[in-house]
């Protein structure tokens, strides 16, 4: 099924103006139908739902409730609305003179696979067609949020929560929320699943009048039972560094500004090599990566590769020989393709008799394989211009920058780099005020840029080097994919977050899956996204289940 309020998410502030009008002018003299969950013309939220106010979709097979608040404080929150799905199987509907839809849910009810009262729940970030989740007999929630990463992630928090604390009148079991989501959807879904129940973002939670607590005064969890991550930025702070570490050392003569972006690299892939030292990553058994000093030795440098190495080789199994790519380049056989992958250089070797291919070294991977950002810093780019500028930066903040580490960075080394820069490179030298009057810049709750890019950072609760370290309840379940080709989500930083959760007592499961030709996108070995997250959940439902 098509998600309908879909056309309400793309407009933004025009369209959530128009919606709340229509919805408050919609209000019937005070019986209060349209209002569903949240009494509009009160702080207090309803004790019970209105179950009186379902739509239907016979074609479907599907009982819906669109733009509903789930936060009292509309006048500052007016995006805060969501949508909820639910398969015909879990209500009893009788339908009403004004077209609604009065609604029971059905004693002994079942879709799909899964009961009434143990349904789960989907928040897909991303999808517009939800017909593989409804048709599994999943619950599927559409939450609309702010543009503002960290209010987006205290908003989807306040959405479970109002979620839970109707969860007796709802179908399914509330307690068992999955979310999935691409790009900068996917860093809000990883955030979410790694700062479940954190404190810091109760203020937030508070201003815009979240429930809290239940009828019976107890606390009410926002953490989430599973993650589904497509190329997630993971860790703000050191996205730049990351990449300089693995690609941007290597390209620094593209660039217009080249011995800018070449020193500014040098010093980035440095701050990189410290951050890791500093980590304390650990593999499996426990053991701490280590990456010299020359960043290009330690089991760090070699977990990096070993990752790639994985990902070539799986693409090598399953694709069908000849293999015309998406640039229509035909190869014949594994070996063909590897003599083009060596076009320029020979960085992967191939041994025919085992069918295995190696990979010699990063340098070969980001030289070879790998487009480079088309601006100097990928992630918070000097002038502000990359679309994470505006979806990390504190709103209103004229400088749009987020990193304190590539901020230090410029500061550390401001006379060296300053020298270097081009009045007519980007931004020109006046990026260096521009970060510093970023970092000094509060959100309208009073955070600063650096508590707000820990709050967003996983890795500041899941390694035991970090000071939020323990702070939250952390996903059971998390699956993560992205392509190899693409310098879109940062590599290091997704294989950091595999390697952190795989030390994390509360998670289950636990997949990484690296696709070798694919780029920034939703990658997938076969079948859709959707199709493939119903499978995860099927599973991850079946291990939950013993």
């Not at 429930?211 to 039972?225: F, K, M, P, Y």
């Not at 970023?438 to 390694?463: C, H, I, V, W």
Request: hydrophobic share 40%; charged share 20%.
């Amino acid at each position: 099924m098509k998600k309908k309020s879909r056309i309400l998410i793309v407009a933004a502030a025009v369209l959530v103006g128009v919606v709340l009008a229509l919805v408050l002018g919609a209000l019937p003299g005070g019986d209060g139908k349209d209002s569903f969950f949240v009494d509009l013309l009160s702080d207090e939220f309803e004790e019970e739902v209105d179950m009186t106010a379902w739509s239907y979709d016979e074609e479907q097979g599907v009982y819906y409730q669109e733009n509903v608040p789930y936060v009292t404080n509309q006048e500052e929150y007016a995006n805060c609305l969501l949508s909820i799905y639910v398969p015909q199987g879990f209500f009893e509907g009788t339908e009403q003179e004004d077209g609604l839809y009065s609604c029971i849910l059905k004693q002994d009810g079942s879709s799909g696979i899964y009961s009434v009262e143990g349904a789960a729940y989907i928040l897909d970030l991303n999808s517009e067609d939800t017909s593989a989740y409804l048709s599994d007999g999943l619950i599927v929630v559409d939450v609309k949020t702010d543009s503002d990463a960290v209010l987006s992630v205290a908003e989807l928090k306040a959405a479970i929560r109002f979620l839970r604390y109707h969860g007796e009148t709802l179908p399914g079991a509330a307690e068992k929320i999955y979310v999935s989501g691409f790009g900068t959807s996917a860093t809000l879904a990883v955030a979410l699943g790694a700062t479940g129940d954190l404190i810091t973002y109760e203020d937030y939670l508070k201003d815009m009048g979240a429930v809290l607590s239940d009828a019976e005064g107890e606390s009410i969890s926002d953490a989430v039972l599973g993650v589904m991550a497509y190329c997630p930025q993971v860790g703000p702070d050191a996205l730049d560094s990351s990449y300089a570490w693995l690609v941007g050392q290597y390209h620094s003569d593209i660039y217009q500004d080249s011995s800018l972006a070449g020193a500014l690299y040098e010093y980035l892939a440095a701050d990189y090599v410290s951050y890791i030292q500093n980590a304390n990553l650990m593999d499996e058994y426990g053991n701490v990566l280590t990456l010299g000093d020359d960043g290009v030795s330690g089991t760090y440098y070699d977990t990096v590769l070993e990752q790639l190495q994985i990902s070539l080789n799986q693409f090598l199994s399953y694709v069908a020989f000849p293999y015309t790519d998406g640039d229509g380049n035909t190869y014949e056989s594994p070996e063909a393709y590897i003599t083009a992958l060596n076009a320029s250089e020979e960085w992967v070797t191939y041994d025919s008799e085992q069918a295995y291919a190696t990979i010699k070294s990063l340098e070969g991977y980001a030289n070879n394989y790998l487009s480079p950002a088309d601006t100097i810093s990928a992630y918070d780019a000097l002038d502000g211009s990359s679309s994470l500028n505006e979806f990390f930066a504190v709103a209103g903040d004229s400088g749009k920058h987020f990193s304190s580490r590539l901020n230090n960075v410029l500061t550390e080394n401001e006379d060296a780099l300053s020298s270097l820069v081009a009045t007519e490179e980007s931004g020109s030298d006046n990026f260096f005020d521009a970060f510093q009057l970023s970092m000094e810049a509060e959100d309208t709750l009073g955070s600063s840029q650096e508590k707000r890019m820990n709050m967003l950072n996983p890795l500041f609760y899941l390694l035991s080097s970090q000071e939020g370290y323990g702070n939250s309840t952390a996903a059971s379940y998390w699956r993560i994919n992205t392509g190899a080709a693409s310098q879109e989500a940062s590599l290091p930083q997704i294989i950091n977050l595999y390697t952190a959760l795989s030390r994390t007592k509360s998670v289950t499961s636990l997949e990484l899956t690296l696709l070798w030709d694919k780029g920034y996108e939703e990658a997938e070995l076969m079948d859709s996204a959707e199709v493939n997250v119903r499978e995860w959940i099927r599973t991850c439902e079946a291990t939950n289940a013993q």
